[in-house]
């Protein structure tokens, strides 16, 4: 727990730099024509090719550029890490399936609104209950049985009986300041451009992990 609110407060000023290139993205889709026409682009390849978009985007975002930005330091570049690309780039593949399930179950229940509470709404499902029920959780477990070399049975010995306590509430703690706001931009754009912006969330935050922790050797 205490870890979990450490990393949040270290978090804080990189997660508001995130929130507020969201937000930019956000207003430039209404207030600027030329980046509400790239936008626009973006929209029309999701709906064209629907979860096929949201599997290589997510991939892309999630998996395969932050692997990528490892290169930059010449002391990673031999990081072993890299032998789990594919991992990594499936993982999120598959998570883009699932957020874009989540986006338009969402979309469906509540209408592709930006109305207060239809935004409202759909941040407390997305934070309230998906992320602590299932994306934290899934992905926590995913990532310890890569780093037990895909051995489930060494996976079970690490997890332990805390493991929601130790593993997943830091993680979620850590993250609030920066998904809570996050997803309520997210929301307030039209369904077909809420997923492009989510993994452009998710890169940012995943490389800012990856700052933090080359920064500080003992985080997370």
């Keep these: 727990m205490r870890r979990g609110w450490k990393a ?58 932050p692997v990528l930005f490892r290169l930059i330091p010449r002391e990673t570049r031999k990081d072993p890490q890299w032998r789990f690309l594919p991992f990594f780039i499936g993982f999120w593949a598959l998570k883009g399936i699932e957020v874009d399930a989540l986006y338009r179950l969402q979309a469906w229940v509540f209408g592709d609104r930006a109305d207060p509470w239809v935004v409202a709404a759909k941040v407390c499902i997305d934070q309230l ?12 477990l995913a990532y310890l049985w890569k780093d037990c070399g895909f051995r489930a049975k060494e996976a079970r010995r690490r997890l332990g009986r805390r493991w929601y ?16 706001p996050a997803t309520a931009i997210i929301y307030a754009l039209p369904l077909a451009l809420q997923l492009p912006l989510q993994n452009l969330v998710l890169c940012l935050s995943v490389l800012l992990v990856m700052i933090l922790t080359r920064e500080d050797p003992s985080a997370g």
């Excluded at 407060?9 to 507020?20: E, F, K």
């Excluded at 980046?35 to 290589?56: D, P, Q």
């Excluded at 209950?129 to 926590?140: L, N």
């Design 165 to 180: 306590l130790t593993r997943c509430l830091p993680l979620l703690i850590a993250n609030l300041g920066i998904w809570i």
């Design 8 to 65: 949040a407060r270290t978090n804080a000023r990189p997660g508001l730099v995130i929130v507020m290139m969201v937000l930019g993205v956000l207003a430039g889709y209404h207030r600027w024509p030329a980046f509400h026409e790239v936008l626009e682009v973006v929209r029309e390849w999701k709906l064209r090719f629907g979860f096929a978009f949201s599997a290589v985007s997510t991939g892309v975002f999630g998996g395969l550029l």
């Design 129 to 140: 209950v998906y992320c602590p029920v299932w994306a934290v959780p899934t992905m926590m």
